[in-house]
């Protein structure tokens, strides 16, 4: 087999590494051009490689509404508040050195993760208080809600990559084949990154009629791959549509779109709000924190359960993506009753050790007085009645030899009180002491899993 030629390993080594970028504005974007790999691209290479699963760029009246956007200016959409792509001291190497030189080994389940092998009798019922929440990994959330079924952000490739040969690797199975899933009434993606939005689960699910909701101008990707025009739904910021007696509206979020080496401009991003049947809830996508969760739970909440980024963060990348608990204090914003913490357990896309983050999020819950429910992926709940909060991850954690367990809620683990909190004895501390627990609890739970 004939040797890859040097752009296209440069290529391929930029797709494993999936460093969020952010807003784009001309700074941030010279600073992608500056990036090793990026430059040297040819252009025509850069074609000759482009695969399907790349999507497409918006065209005609899609672009034109995407320039109509309240949200994009100087040729990009634009963040809530001003959004730094990458931090680091001297150059993007930074990032790379820190991926060669940190403990791999923390970086992925020591055994097989306890997934729930879910069955389609375990959803033939449906769920008594009209709201059902199914976690299938990563960011994928099935939810049955005014009697209807949407899949958020589905993905159930084997990598997050545009390759079958490089990129994230699964870590555990999808809990069922997309086959036996049955219908579903909307499919609702967060942003065109390949953890939310995968090629072959979209032209998988073609088949089964439903609609795609989508923030402006993924569009594109979508109809390239086959799904017809008519079946999608594209929302910018505060949008809202009717779909299948359901209200779907994207909401604003902190992150950016790529999937390709250079920072896409013309495709927003978005957490979204569902409601129906009497339930509103929220999917976060990807985000970091900012003020406007507090005015999307006044405007659309309260919620009774809220799925929220809590993995994948890095000092190298603090205002694309949350920590646990920026994640939780998200939730409390927002004004949701359950917390769902999703974007992690699936997928090895940051430094941190695989079972960080929520053991982190569930000491910040705990601290916050939020209620919390970690179900392994694949386990059916109603957030009216939650399950009891059970440490699972730990009996395939790869803790660091001589170290103890960091500690969470192990007390109130196995007992029925606690079903589904992380500790919700006494008043809520305020916001101030609130943060100074979380900043201490974060300080010291890095310590203990590292």
Same mark, same amino acid.
């Not at 890859?4 to 010279?30: D, N, V």
């Not at 059916?380 to 954690?397: I, Q």
């Given at each position: 087999?004939?040797?890859?030629? /040097?752009?296209?390993?440069?290529?391929?080594?930029?797709?494993?590494?999936?460093? @969020?970028?952010?807003?784009?504005?001309?700074?941030?974007?010279?600073? $992608?051009?500056?990036?090793?790999?990026?430059?040297?691209?040819?252009?025509?290479?850069?074609?000759?490689? *482009? %695969?399907?699963?790349?999507?497409?760029?918006?065209?005609?009246?899609?672009?034109?509404?995407?320039?109509?956007?309240?949200?994009?200016?100087?040729?990009?959409?634009?963040?809530?508040?001003?959004?730094?792509?990458?931090?680091?001291?001297?150059? /993007?190497? #930074?990032?790379?050195?820190?991926?060669?030189?940190?403990?791999?080994?923390?970086?992925?389940?020591?055994?097989?993760?306890?997934?729930?092998?879910?069955?389609?009798?375990?959803?033939?019922?449906?769920?008594?208080?009209?709201?059902?929440?199914?976690?299938?990994?990563?960011?994928?959330?099935?939810?049955?809600?005014?009697?209807?079924?949407?899949?958020?952000?589905?993905?159930?490739?084997? *990598?997050?990559?545009?390759?079958?040969? &490089?990129?994230?690797?699964?870590?555990?199975?999808?809990?069922?084949?997309?086959?036996?899933?049955? /219908?579903?009434? +909307?499919?609702?993606?967060?942003?065109?990154?390949? $953890?939310?939005?995968?090629?072959?689960?979209? !032209?998988?699910?073609?088949?089964?009629?439903?609609?795609?909701?989508?923030?402006?101008?993924?569009?594109?990707?979508? =109809?390239?791959?086959?799904?017809?025009?008519?079946?999608? +739904?594209?929302?910018?910021?505060?949008?809202?549509?009717?779909?299948?007696?359901? &209200?779907?509206?994207?909401?604003? %979020?902190?992150?950016?779109?790529?999937?390709?080496?250079?920072?896409?401009?013309?495709?927003?991003?978005?957490?979204?709000?569902?409601?129906?049947?009497?339930?509103?809830?929220?999917?976060?996508?990807?985000?970091?924190?900012?003020?406007?969760?507090?005015?999307?739970?006044?405007?659309?909440?309260?919620?009774?359960?809220?799925?929220? !980024?809590?993995?994948?963060?890095?000092?190298?990348?603090?205002?694309?993506?949350?920590?646990?608990?920026?994640?939780?204090?998200?939730?409390?914003?927002?004004?949701? #009753?359950?917390?769902?913490?999703?974007?992690?357990?699936?997928?090895?896309?940051?430094?941190?050790?695989?079972?960080? @983050?929520? =053991?982190? +999020?569930?000491?910040?819950?705990?601290?916050?007085?939020? !209620?919390?429910?970690?179900?392994?992926?694949?386990?059916?709940?109603?957030?009216?009645?939650?399950?009891?909060?059970?440490?699972?991850?730990? %009996?395939?954690?790869?803790?660091?030899?001589?170290?103890?367990?960091?500690?969470?809620?192990?007390? #109130?683990?196995?007992?029925?009180?606690?079903?589904?909190? %992380?500790?919700?004895?006494?008043?809520?501390?305020?916001?101030?002491?609130?943060?100074? !627990? +979380?900043?201490?609890?974060?300080?010291?739970?890095?310590?203990?899993?590292?």
């Amino acid at each position: 087999m004939p040797r890859p030629a /040097p752009w296209f390993s440069r290529l391929a080594g930029l797709t494993s590494q999936f460093a @969020p970028p952010s807003a784009g504005t001309a700074a941030e974007l010279a600073a $992608d051009r500056a990036v090793p790999g990026l430059a040297g691209l040819p252009r025509a290479a850069w074609h000759r490689v *482009r %695969a399907d699963a790349f999507g497409a760029e918006p065209r005609g009246e899609r672009l034109a509404r995407i320039r109509r956007s309240p949200n994009f200016a100087d040729g990009a959409f634009r963040n809530p508040v001003p959004t730094r792509r990458l931090v680091y001291e001297r150059s /993007p190497l #930074e990032i790379t050195r820190a991926q060669l030189s940190g403990d791999k080994t923390r970086r992925a389940p020591a055994a097989a993760v306890p997934v729930h092998r879910l069955l389609p009798a375990d959803l033939a019922a449906p769920p008594e208080s009209g709201l059902r929440l199914t976690w299938l990994g990563h960011a994928t959330v099935l939810a049955e809600i005014g009697g209807r079924r949407v899949l958020i952000d589905p993905v159930w490739g084997e *990598r997050c990559s545009p390759f079958a040969w &490089t990129g994230p690797k699964r870590l555990h199975p999808v809990p069922l084949p997309l086959s036996e899933l049955g /219908p579903v009434d +909307v499919v609702v993606v967060s942003h065109d990154h390949y $953890d939310h939005l995968d090629m072959a689960t979209v !032209q998988a699910l073609i088949g089964t009629g439903t609609v795609f909701a989508v923030p402006l101008g993924v569009g594109a990707h979508l =109809e390239h791959w086959g799904v017809p025009v008519d079946r999608i +739904v594209e929302l910018d910021w505060w949008e809202s549509a009717e779909v299948a007696g359901l &209200t779907l509206t994207a909401t604003p %979020a902190r992150h950016y779109c790529s999937r390709g080496p250079r920072t896409s401009s013309l495709f927003l991003w978005a957490s979204w709000v569902v409601s129906g049947g009497g339930h509103r809830i929220f999917h976060s996508g990807d985000t970091g924190y900012f003020p406007g969760f507090a005015e999307i739970g006044r405007r659309l909440g309260p919620f009774d359960a809220t799925m929220v !980024q809590v993995g994948a963060y890095s000092d190298f990348w603090p205002e694309v993506h949350m920590t646990p608990e920026e994640g939780v204090q998200a939730h409390l914003d927002l004004g949701g #009753e359950l917390l769902l913490p999703i974007h992690w357990c699936t997928f090895n896309l940051a430094l941190h050790p695989w079972e960080e @983050p929520v =053991e982190r +999020v569930v000491a910040a819950a705990r601290a916050l007085g939020a !209620q919390i429910a970690v179900p392994r992926p694949g386990k059916p709940f109603e957030p009216t009645d939650p399950p009891a909060l059970r440490l699972w991850w730990r %009996a395939v954690t790869a803790s660091p030899v001589g170290t103890e367990p960091p500690t969470g809620a192990a007390e #109130e683990a196995e007992t029925p009180k606690a079903a589904g909190t %992380a500790g919700t004895a006494g008043p809520a501390p305020s916001t101030s002491e609130a943060r100074e !627990q +979380v900043t201490e609890l974060s300080e010291q739970i890095s310590k203990s899993v590292r």
